[in-house]
């Protein structure tokens, strides 16, 4: 087992954020309804009501696109000036070759900075914000940008099909203008195969119940404590709090037992409505929660990610908040508002699972 | 300038010809049209070939030597060149042949339009006509050929008021005339009904609204008009000839209901026949979608614009019209192998001028007109011929 | 076959609508030219790259149902003329929204989406479709 942590560094945090959705949805009813399961009672289960679905033309790098440009829309940050762009997904369109580089060239930050796509499970986003902080902090760079995106897979018929799902978020991190400062990070990781997907394979493969115990609650458990103990902090010293939330259920019964309250929870909660966006969900989570947030309020964060480990935040809002134009970019509430049910036909075919012929 | 006249024809059915390949089509019309012009091989001193793209419907380029060849015309050494302007390729073929003998270049040559696309399936056989348009900013953005028309009907609809029906009243009447061509694609009468409950190919054009994909060929066989009436017991000439360039994609253009490369070709043709709209009994339009039809019919200076509409719904475009547009069935009915295309255009004008067109013979026609059209109006060639009275 | 050069080199246009400006009679277009199509001679060495911003307003548009093989587990899908706010013209796809919701007239953005790949194992081809501005949770913004 490897126990490590990661030093504050100063002066660090989020200058601005997007955020990015896709418009389709389908719900765990319609998904068990071709399976022979009952899908209504799984959704309730799973505390989900219906997931994202990307359209045929949208992918990983398409929706970090859409996050970092709303990001950007919302900052006077000149695209130049970022020296460091990393993108964490599960789900890089290409095995070799960068979606990091089409982001950066999208937001015209190319060619003077430095790339690399990230990967860890779902927690890739939230590795990319450290590594962004240490490279800030450190002065290496003036501003970098990290994005947490995903349009994940579940096999026809798992049960990882009613909740893997499409999104992402992203962040510029740096020192000046800083609307919520990033004041202590803290991560735990361990060497436990939960989750996993080995190259040249469509879809992922999972421990089932193994998921639970020994890796997510393990994980985010000792990430929480972790953070909390190191900031000399309790959950009331906390406005907002989001937890990584592959169903409803987990990040629930987490928030509970390290002491968090309902309320507290609630605005980074979007998995009931578009289920695990892996990669997306924490920077999702945050992102809405950024959306409320005033000056003053402390987030606590913990990000999971299979294989496994968990990286925890303590973000505070600064009063630059009050002067930061939100409204040139959607909320989570304005992304998510509008979607269009699919049915699992039409979503099997978004999604290639129907093999098609081919001239 | 040399005036120049028409002394034979010849062309091919126009279908589906899966026993003929690329090769036979165009020589079958060539030697139709050497034969009719009663002339043999070596009075030949040029060819020129209308091609859109052999290279992607058979991977083979170089089709004007092809064709010089297969047609026994190799050993003579002529000259043989292939042209290309998409949907345009044969007029402008015609018009290439046409600067030859009346700049006193050449005296007797041979000009022919082919196409086999069939030898494709129908996604690769889009793919192709869609690269008439502008490949990088239409095409690869996703949008079709069809889409592109259907984005001028759409806005041709808007703006002039012109109805879903009146569009399908173009391809009533095509699908009439072509009836009554024996060569034609198809050779059935169709109703309104027909066109308006097709299939959607790009709203609000229906599969009924577009030309088919066709295999064809036809040529023609021109010389100084003083020598014609030495080969044909009636000559046609052709009294005028303009051709126009404009953007090559539609969303560059001052007007998208309005092709103005077609004004203007026509414009400069009428204006080298010293004739008038109201001369026209006869006009072989490029109706490859039927709101090219209505576009043609307004741009030509038959009607005004926006009235194309209403003018066709009144039947002023029939055989019995004002001006009898399309008397072959159009591309829409006689079928539109793409480079065969313009030169099919001329055969047909100058089979009504000569008054062979047994049934679908228009009366009194005199002089007639064929408006070819590359793309989506980034080339237009028009063509004007006249009866000796 | 390798088209991957003839797509990278349009990105700065297919990503970010990069256009011109000519200096001459102070129109916008798109794509950048060498010169400009209405004052020919006199726009050399005026001519001007420009970011266009990808807002503009729907001039016409066709909802294809017979598309590109490419565009298949789309179909059926619509194509729009855009008018941009700086005047030029493209066409493109639009994206997220039933015909139903547009006219001419409607208000649209850019968004980066996928619009062709070579194959499973070839080169993705990025670059702009168009999205309906939804002024809010209430619906599209129409003019």
Redesign the interface.
Known sequence: MIEGEVSPVGEVGIVSYGAYV???RITPDEIGKVWGVDGKAMGKGLMITSKSVP?????T??IA??AA?NMMSRSAVDPKEIGALYVGSESH??AVKPTGT?VA??I?AAPNLTVADFEFACKAGTAAIQTCMGLVGSGMVRYAVAVGADTSQGAPGDALEYSASAGGAAFLIGKEKVIASIDTTYSYTTDTPDFWRREGQLYPRHGGRFTGEPAYFKHVLNGGKGLLEKTETKPTDFAYAVFHQPNGKFPTRVAKQLGFKEEQVRAGMLVSQIGNTYSGAVPLGLAAILDEANPGDRIFAVAYGSGAGSDAFDITVTDEMSRYPKDRAPTL??LM??P?YLDYATYA??K?KIV?GR? | MRRVGIIGIGITEFGELWDSSFRKIGISAGLAAVEDANISAEHIDALYVGNMSAGRFIRQEHVGALIADYSGLAKGHIPATRVEAAGASGGLALRQGFLAVASGMNDIVVVGGAEKMTDVSDVESSLIQSSAADQEWETELGVTFAGLHSLIATRHMHEYGTTREQLADVAVKNHRHGSLNPKAQFRREISRDVVLKSPMVSSPLRMFDCAPSSDGAAAVVLCPFEMAGKHAEMPIEIVGSGQASDSLALHHRRDICTMDATRLAAKRAFKMAGLRQKDVSVAEVHDNFTISEILAIEDLGFFSKGEGGKATEDGRTALEGDVAVNSSGGLKARGDPIGATGVAQAVEIVTQLRGKADERQVKDASVGLTQNVGGTGATVVVHLFRREM | MATAPRFWRENPSRYNMVGFKCNSCGRYNFPPRTICPVCRRKSVGRIEPVKLKGTGKIFSLTETHEGMDTQNVQKPYVVAMVELDEGAMVTGQVIDCDASELRIGTKVRIALRKLSEEGTAGVIHYGYKFTLVRDGPDGPGDE
């Open positions: 896709p418009h389709f359209s045929p033309d949208e992918d790098v398409t696109v859409e440009r369109p290409y089409i060239e999208a015209e509430r304005q508002a509008n269009k075919k978004f290639g098609r001239d």
